[in-house]
């Protein structure tokens, strides 16, 4: 299993970013992928997450809700967040995450569940700086 994020950057309030992350090694149709972000001092915590397959069933943390936007492409095994309207506070490495052997179903526990499972993958991360 491989989680490749990119597109990352530094943009000033109000910019724009798409992330991307790159699955492989796992069946990218039947699976759940999510978002966290760490911001330096602080814990990891979830972003956004979604369903892979045709039920497309998202979630957002309040934080995002209204900026970020979370979409798959099963043709590309890519999920990306579109991240609009960015703030200071959006600073952070941003990483994409999946449990394959229990891949749950989008929802507020579904962060803390796959951040406490055996069996989650990671991506490397990439930097999103925000300045004012």
């Known amino acids: 299993v491989q989680l490749v994020e990119s597109g990352g950057g530094s943009v000033q309030i109000g910019g724009s970013l798409i992330l991307s992350c790159v699955a492989s090694?796992?069946?990218?149709?039947?699976?759940?992928i999510g978002w966290f972000c760490q911001a330096p001092g602080k814990e990891r915590e979830g972003v956004a997450c979604t369903n892979t397959n045709d039920d497309g069933h998202v979630y957002y943390v309040k934080s995002v809700k209204g900026r970020f936007t979370i979409s798959s492409d099963s043709a590309k095994n890519t999920v990306y967040l579109r991240m609009n309207n960015l703030e200071p506070e959006d600073t952070a490495v941003y990483f994409c995450?999946?449990?394959?052997?229990?891949?749950?179903?989008?929802?507020?526990?579904?962060?803390?569940?796959?951040?406490?499972?055996?069996?989650?993958?990671w991506g490397q991360g990439t930097q999103v700086s925000v300045s004012s």
């Open positions: 995450a999946t449990d394959p052997l229990y891949p749950g179903y989008p929802g507020p526990m579904w962060f803390e569940s796959l951040a406490a499972g055996i069996a989650a993958y």
């Open positions: 090694g796992f069946a990218f149709d039947d699976s759940v």
